[in-house]
């Protein structure tokens, strides 16, 4: 997508010169030759960046600089000065200028001062999404999975990453989902960041704002304008978690930026451009979604170019022992606790145990017991299965089959009474909500000990 520029010039042939040179260098230009033409430009078209003259037929150029930042802090603009006027230059960068150029403006300046301007919008916007992401694997090194089902994802990701595909990435809640995603977009090549909003994690009036941006007054509260996950996402990867939560209405949204790479902010009518590449994750299953028509179908082939699905912990249970190492690795460096040596005992519960919640159960259950453990082991008391509580019957023919829901059940029981009936540890090691906890307790008259 091509950097837009906007030149505010009224010397018309100066601002030609610009523009001429500028779309040689492959930006996309725009020129307007007063203050009022340029708030009408930037009302209704996308402006990375803008090139400010201080004397403008309608007003000074320092006065237009200081209504812009105002509504988009975020935008850079450089201002263009006489050679003496040092106070102003200074002046403009109090107001927010990123920079300035002396006139007679030498477009080779003008373009290392674009240059910089560019990158330190780039790295604000990457900082501004790391400080909102927590940090995640980024190489294959963090992710473990060398038993046959992982090593089959492997590939897919490597096939699926340089492809820039949409991709859909299926398996319950706490497999890896968000791992693969990363994982895809560390090894895509795309110079943009990795965003990540997690589509039922927030309502759905906020929702759409989050995606798409609003302008400033759009809603009560909307003080300020708000640059949606879909802009942060530019030249990125935009990561729909959960996106079998998504109401009809904002999915009819998205399937149109699906379809036409444009979008508006909440209350306003630019229409601006994206280019990010979508991976969405689901732990639901959509064709059955697109049935029971919760889900729209011409969505999900939009979204589903390319499906990599993470089979459950449970049928995988090769990848347990590493997995376990290095989940007790990484959360040492989080709680400042040694990694504990995993005893027999314990290596054969952990391989029997239902992992139910997966990788963020087996992951909350370890730090559990790194924090509980006193002499360095991970022993079998120290995980929900327990001495004095009954193993799971093996998988003979003679074994009852139960029902999901039995399963289920027993399973949170089990982990309620390792917590001692503590709902929030309860809802940690099973990487569900607390209100889902609540459900399920109520479902199944689950009773919660004393502890
Ligand atoms: N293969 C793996 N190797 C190392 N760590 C993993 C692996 N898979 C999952 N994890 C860890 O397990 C935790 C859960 O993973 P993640 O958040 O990616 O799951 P998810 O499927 O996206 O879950 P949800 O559906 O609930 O959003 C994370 O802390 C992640 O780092």
Redesign the pocket.
Known sequence: MRTQLLIVEDDAALAELLALHFEEQGYGTAIASTCAGAEAHLASHAVDLVLLDQHLPDGRGIELLRRLRAEDPELPVIMMTGLHDLDLAIEAIKEGALDFVHKPVKTQELELVMGRALESRRLRRELRVLQEEPA??RTTS????RGEA?LKVSKEIALTAASHANVLIT??????????ARLIHAHSGLSGPFVAV?CAAIVETLLESELFGHEKGAFTGAVERKVGKFELARDGTLFL??IGELALPLQAKLLRILQEGTFERVGGNQKLTTNARIIA?T?RDLLQEVREKRFREDLLYRLNVVTVH?PPLRERRE?IPL?AQ??MA?AAKKIHKPPLHITDGAEQALLRYPWLG???EL?NVLTQAMVHARDGLLTPDLLPSGPGEEPPPPATAEAPLKSLDEVEAEHIQRVLNHTGGHKGHTCEIL?ISRPALDRKIAKYALTLPQS
Do not use: C, Q, W, Y
Not at 142 to 145: A, K, Q
Not at 171 to 180: F, L, P, Y
């Open positions: 995640h694997p963090d992710f473990i999975g992982m398996g319950e809640s706490g497999t890896g989902k968000e791992v693969v997690n978690d959960e994750a732990n993470l990848d997995l290095a989940l990484k997966n990788v963020r992951e990487g």
